[in-house]
């Protein structure tokens, strides 16, 4: 199956071969009222400009830093949010998965599974994800080439899965920091799937001494704009209306009200280079 019909079959009516998507939404999964406003506000932007759109937030997030840091509402009440608000707005839903085990059970709500970017080269997990016949999103970890990334795809297709999706997310540079290298956007797709630039991730600052990842979302726009300009088929972006209430990567995410004029530029962007 080849990307472009990879894509009309998620999007369906969504489906804009001259445009990028857009994956995005909160971190995790905080309570239904922010669930509804972001998807309600994105979606309804998405529609105007003609951009594809998937809502993601995590159910459970099983990577922090502190042991104190807020984790989730928990699982079934966080999936069960999730499916509501793809199915009150009409959108397909991703959310991320951390070990084998969850798999089967996160794909009985959404439509895409996420891969984090730690985990990319976990062999079992890839394979559960593939098995649940769902579209499968491998995150490239900090420490893995574009080009080693043939082998995460290779995992999943041999789980009997071709709907597999690349993000490229940054590059471990030092410790406390991530730098982005655009030649993995050309390099990833290659292995003939379709790439994404996760735009908020990849300007985490992680491993603060203050157990809270820390971020620079000024530069939001710049790495969307790069990722655009050299062939990213589509965007993850994080957003929440009060970034600095957000109960997980508030940090690095984008204001939603700073949404659709970014969105309006990256449209013409692509516009250019297509």
């Known amino acids: 199956m080849s990307a472009q019909t990879h894509l009309k079959s998620i999007f369906k009516d969504q489906y804009n071969p001259d445009n990028f998507f857009l994956i995005a939404g909160p971190c995790v999964v905080e309570d239904e009222a922010l669930l509804m406003h972001v998807a309600e506000k994105v979606s309804g932007i998405c529609k105007r400009l003609n951009i594809p759109y998937i809502f993601k937030a995590s159910y459970r997030k099983a990577n922090r830093t502190s042991i104190n840091s807020f984790s989730g509402v928990g699982d079934v009440e966080g999936l069960d949010l999730l499916q509501k608000t793809g199915e009150t707005f009409n959108l397909p839903v991703t959310t991320d998965i951390h070990s084998a085990a969850e798999a089967a059970m996160a794909a009985a709500y959404v439509d895409v599974l996420q891969i984090p ?52 997310r940054g590059t471990t540079f030092g410790y406390q920091d991530l730098v982005v290298d655009y030649r993995n956007i050309p390099i990833m797709k290659e292995h003939g799937v379709p790439v994404i630039m996760d735009c908020t991730h990849s300007l985490q600052q992680p491993n603060q001494t203050s157990g809270v990842t820390g971020g620079n979302p000024k530069l939001i726009g710049t790495i969307a704009k790069a990722a655009i300009a050299t062939g990213a088929d589509g965007l993850f972006i994080e957003t ?35």
Do not use: Y
């Open 117 to 168: 970017a730690f985990l990319c080269r976990q062999t079992d997990i890839l394979l559960a994800a593939a098995e649940t016949g769902k579209f499968v999103n491998v995150k490239k970890g900090q420490f893995v080439s574009g080009e080693a990334m043939k082998f995460a795809v290779e995992k999943v297709k041999q789980g009997g899965n071709d709907k597999v999706w690349l993000t490229e």
């Open 240 to 274: 929440h209306p009060d970034p600095s209430k957000a109960k997980s990567d508030g940090a690095n995410m984008l204001h939603l009200d700073l949404l659709e004029g970014l969105l309006e530029q990256l449209v013409r962007i692509r516009e250019v280079v297509r």
